[in-house]
């Protein structure tokens, strides 16, 4: 046979895929990570609202308007609008986890979750929801 | 070896009904890891050095890898 | 009065008038020159306010048979504020004049007989906080500001029957509680006239000169707003005959209508204005109303004629005429030019609606001219045909239908894409060079909380070949985690194209692409599994150095090298049987696969002709982003781009 063959063996795709480790929760999707970047957007304008009391964490996983009179006037609209866009990331950060894990039914249980470690965590001097529902100072 | 947590909560054991059984599959030791670590970079809690995966990568691959001829 | 008597002291009757009443009263009078005089009253009322236990401290008293005086005196009230009064108990008189602080009066001259009550007030520099007792229960609180007020009252029966009070307000803050009602450094002018014979016959006027309002969700930032309005006022009713309202920076709308006291509702509202500016409406009005994350950061323009009819508290009628109106909106790149507009809505009614607009912009792509025609009721939706022209084409949407359920408006449409040159599509979205049509038949769509459902399918021509998108869904599409699914088929891509096209050095052709189940969010796939294969038939098949030299690239490279070193290096092309290679993406990892099992790896090139050449790869587990990285690099010219 005229044919020459030559064969060209290359290690093809040497590096390593990175493996997922099954012992975590799957939160590496890129909609989490859009969901947490916006956040991380936000936060550097809501800390200052957390630290001041106007903005508090509720025991539900959100953040609320606690006293609106410890923001200018002129910012409080736009304070009502960062709660209500952080809330509507929250809650798609929520449900994405479940979604991302296979399990979308365990959205109110990440949420919960996630209501009891963002209280957990918040610097002292913020405001914080008890289980009774009541602002509390940490 | 993902671990979960199952646990089996057999609850009513009236004398005419059997019994409920509710099992628990949450893996919520996982879950608060995992809601830990989203929120210290949400709230840029722990400054940690990003390596961006794509800019900080060598720029020639070939050198992690070997081509052979037969 | 006896002559040696040094001090006496009076029990005062109680003095009791229609609006007010002072109750166990005693006087001590010390007979001196001047005599001096100190009052102490058990109770004061003034309609609903009450005191307890005043004192009234007078160095210069004067008592007389129908007078009683009082200069330079000191109320003690727990606060102490200077005081004096003149009263005349026959002619049932009294003049009053509290000066609680340097500057700061308080005039009142009370004048009563039988059942009817006059009072004239004077106030100037009064401090605003001293009205918080006076407010309505509402939690409003005065926490700075001064006003300057001058009025006449008059009482018929305990019951006010006229006034006129005019006031200037300077500096004044206010707010509740919760801080959601709220002003700052507010300055205006008020004049409030009324009259009543059977009812109350009403006139207000207000000018808002400066400072500024926050009452959630609204807030109005200094500026100039003025308000007058005229009407009558019964029990069961309030009723403004007309009123004018001048909005600097947005402009002046008139309304009449009735509110039902009883009901706490609107019972009838007509509101009309012309002229409206509409990018200060939509940051003054609309924006606060405006659901999370939508709406935000608009940039408006043109006028708009709004007439709006409310009856028993709901909107009965509505239209509003937009002129030469353009909005923008700068993350998304979207605009949209020349709106000219009739929209119209009213209860159980449907209401024609039209609107021409002159282009617009969607990122890079331009769109032409269009017309919308609609009918549009409370429940429902339906446009006439339109059709938008994109580039060279256009997109042409039929029985565009909404309706209202239960769990919100479900909207269905067909559309269709008539043939947009790939070219000009290509150059206008600044992608590489590519040749072919766009087309499209969409048979339905529907829409309904958040979720859009593409049922048919989206034809592609291109590189010579067809590409058909089906199954296309998204989710939580106008939300913060927009997902997109879908099914693609590409059939027959001409690879001499699609090479030339992306620069990844020569191969001769035909390819197909399947990819399903298909998951993009944010445009980038998050999920598919992809396979990429020689078509069937008769076809030249080359594949060029260059292009080995590429795939090899994307798995690591090291084939160049390879080549180089063997004598495949004097062989521009080769020739191949068979392409092909998948990809199994998922949580950012590719499951890679070929043509063909080989040892321990799997065939993406199988050789054929002279010289053949066979490319086996073998990991089988690839990064995704890596491999996007890879492949741009092959296609910016073969060379490893340093960033």
């Not at chain 1, 969901?35 to 609320?64: E, I, P």
């Not at chain 3, 509409?278 to 405006?290: E, H, V």
Request: include cysteine.
């Amino acid at each position: 046979m005229k044919h020459i063959t030559k064969l060209l063996w290359i290690m093809l795709f040497a590096f390593a895929g990175s493996a997922s480790a099954a012992a975590d929760l799957e939160v590496n999707t890129p909609a989490i990570a859009a969901v947490k970047a916006s956040m991380q957007a936000r936060h550097n304008s809501l800390s200052t609202y957390y630290a001041s009391g106007a903005v508090g964490l509720t025991r539900d996983g959100n953040v609320a308007v606690r006293d609106a009179s410890l923001v200018p006037l002129a910012a409080r609209q736009s304070v009502n609008g960062l709660v209500a866009d952080e809330n509507r990331d929250r809650a798609a950060l929520y449900r994405e986890i479940a979604r991302a894990n296979g399990h979308p039914e365990w959205e109110a249980e990440v949420r919960s979750t996630f209501a009891q470690r963002w209280i957990d965590k918040a610097a002292s001097g913020w405001w914080v929801q008890n289980a009774g529902g009541a602002w509390v100072k940490k | 070896m993902q671990k979960r947590l199952v646990g089996t909560l057999v609850a009513i054991g009236l004398i005419t009904t059997g019994c409920v059984t509710i099992n628990i599959y949450f893996p919520a030791a996982a879950a608060e890891k995992a809601a830990d670590k989203i929120i210290d970079e949400v709230w840029q809690l722990k400054p940690e050095a990003k390596p961006d995966a794509k800019s900080g990568k060598p720029a020639n691959p070939a050198a992690e890898n070997k081509g052979e001829v037969k | 009065m006896g002559a040696y008597a040094q001090e006496l002291q009076l029990r005062v009757d109680d003095i009791v008038a229609p609006t007010f009443s002072l109750r166990g009263i005693v006087a001590r009078l010390t007979l001196a020159t001047p005599a001096t005089l100190e009052i102490s009253i058990d109770q004061a009322k003034f309609q609903a306010q009450e005191w307890r236990k005043l004192t009234l401290h007078c160095p210069q008293a004067r008592i007389e048979n129908d007078e009683i005086a009082c200069r330079q005196g000191v109320l003690d009230s727990g606060e102490k504020i200077a005081l004096s009064f003149h009263y005349w108990p026959k002619k049932q008189q009294l003049e009053l004049l509290l000066q609680p602080a340097s500057g700061e009066r308080w005039q009142a001259q009370l004048h009563w007989r039988k059942d009817k009550m006059t009072a004239s007030l004077d106030v100037k520099q009064g401090k605003i906080m001293r009205l918080n007792g006076w407010l309505p229960a509402q939690d409003i609180r005065f926490s700075q500001g001064v006003v300057d007020l001058s009025g006449k009252l008059d009482w018929d029966k305990a019951a006010l029957s006229r006034f006129d009070v005019s006031a200037t307000l300077g500096n004044v803050a206010f707010s509740d509680a919760a801080g959601t009602r709220a002003s700052e450094k507010l300055g205006a002018t008020l004049r409030l006239q009324g009259g009543r014979a059977d009812a109350w016959r009403w006139n207000a006027s207000a000018d808002w000169r400066e400072g500024e309002v926050y009452w959630q969700p609204f807030y109005f930032a200094p500026g100039t707003r003025s308000l007058s309005a005229q009407g009558w006022l019964t029990e069961q009713q309030a009723i403004v005959d007309q009123a004018q309202l001048v909005w600097n920076g947005i402009g002046t709308a008139r309304f009449n209508g009735v509110w039902d006291r009883a009901a706490g509702r609107i019972d009838q509202l007509q509101l009309s204005g012309n002229g409206l500016a509409l990018d200060g409406a939509y940051r003054t009005f609309l924006l606060p109303i405006a659901p999370a994350g939508m709406l935000r950061n608009l940039r408006l323009s043109g006028t708009a004629d709004a007439n709006v009819n409310l009856k028993q508290g709901q909107v009965n009628e509505a239209s509003l005429a937009i002129h030469q109106g353009a909005v923008q909106q700068d993350e998304k790149q979207l605009s949209i030019n020349g709106i000219n507009a009739n929209l119209a809505w009213q209860q159980n009614q449907a209401r024609d609606n039209r609107i021409s607009v002159s282009g617009g912009k969607l990122g890079k792509l331009e769109i032409g001219p269009f017309k919308v025609k609609a009918s549009v009721a409370a429940d429902r939706m339906a446009l006439d045909p339109l059709r938008i022209p994109i580039l060279d084409g256009a997109l042409s949407v039929d029985a565009v239908e909404a309706r209202r359920e239960a769990e919100g408006w479900k909207w269905t449409l067909s559309a269709a894409v008539q043939p947009i040159s790939m070219l000009r599509l290509s150059q206008a979205l600044q992608l590489p060079t590519m040749h072919g049509t766009l087309s499209a038949i969409i048979p339905q769509v529907r829409y309904a909380q958040q979720s859009l459902q593409v049922d048919g399918a989206l034809l592609f021509k291109v590189f010579d070949g067809t590409v058909v998108v089906k199954d296309l869904a998204a989710s939580d599409l106008f939300g913060p985690t927009p997902h997109v699914y879908g099914n693609i088929d590409m059939r027959n891509l001409d690879l001499d194209l699609l090479t030339q096209t992306f620069s990844f050095g020569s191969m001769q052709g035909r390819l197909d692409v399947t990819v399903s189940d298909l998951e993009l969010f944010g445009w980038k796939p998050v999920r598919f599994d992809a396979k990429v294969a020689s078509s069937a038939g008769d076809y030249p098949r080359k594949i060029s150095q260059r292009a080995v030299e590429n795939i090899t690239a994307l798995g690591g490279g090291g084939g160049a090298a390879a080549i180089q070193r063997s004598f495949l290096r004097f062989f521009e092309q080769f020739g191949y049987k068979r392409i092909g290679l998948s990809c199994r993406l998922s949580r950012g990892v590719c499951e890679m696969g070929g043509i063909a099992e080989a040892p321990s790896g799997y065939v993406i090139v199988q050789g054929g002709g002279i010289p053949a050449l066979t490319v086996i790869g073998y990991n089988r587990r690839v990064d995704w982003d890596e491999l996007l990285a890879r492949i741009q690099r092959a296609t910016q010219g073969g060379k490893p781009i340093v960033k």
